[in-house]
């Protein structure tokens, strides 16, 4: 299944819900799904694989456990500093929804 950009212009409640779906999905069904979506932060945490693209081109990819512990990923994706301190208050869908 593909699914491109499922939390664009929804709420955080609504955003959670949907991925709360998905990861059901996946895990009731057995089936692979496609996810494209630039909120990294709840693709990273329902996800097993991620690749990350920039102007198109794959520059990064790994397991999403091991993408989200990257400096790199948390500065420019997730929004946090070296130091660990979010730049912005986490949002209820950024939970573990697995």
Excluded: W
């Excluded at 069904?29 to 694989?49: D, F, H, P």
């Excluded at 730049?87 to 573990?96: C, F, G, L, Q, V």
């Amino acid at each position: 299944m593909l699914l491109d950009e499922p939390s664009l212009g929804l709420s955080p409640r609504l955003i959670h819900e949907i991925f709360e779906i998905i990861v059901r999905i996946n895990r009731e069904r057995g089936a692979t799904i496609l996810l494209v979506e630039q909120n990294a932060n709840v693709a990273l945490k329902v996800a097993s694989y991620g690749y990350i693209l920039e102007v198109g081109r794959i520059v990064m990819e790994d397991s999403c456990e091991r993408l989200r512990e990257k400096d790199d990923v948390k500065e420019f994706y997730l929004g946090m500093k070296e130091a660990g301190v979010a730049r912005h208050a986490p949002m209820e869908e950024t939970k573990d929804l697995r």
